[in-house]
């Protein structure tokens, strides 16, 4: 599986979500999207926003928050408390 594509799970849960008309975001950890950014991501991660990469894939919107800490699967991100503040604020 490429590293820049969701678990297929996520995928087709909110691929079919946007198709039934709904606003899909995924929060995802960045672990190296600038890196590989000239590659299979250039299309998904293509602008910077406040957060991090943002980008739009079938309907659905990407944001990859920068990553502080990763140990194994598990990352610090602390991008996605700024964001969940400004969008519930």
Known sequence: MNLAEPPAKVQAL???????GN???VLTADWG???RSA???QAIASQRSPFG?????HGVKA???????????????PA??????????
């Not at 909110?14 to 039934?20: F, T």
């Not at 944001?63 to 991100?77: D, E």
């Open 53 to 57: 990469w943002v980008g739009e894939d």
């Open 14 to 20: 909110s691929r079919g979500l946007a198709k039934r």
């Open 33 to 35: 999207v600038e890196e």
């Open 63 to 77: 944001i990859f928050l920068p990553t502080w800490l990763r140990y194994r699967a598990t990352s610090w991100n």
């Open 80 to 89: 996605i408390d700024r964001y969940l503040r400004a969008r519930l604020g």
């Open 23 to 25: 606003e899909v975001t």
């Open 39 to 41: 590659g299979p991501l």
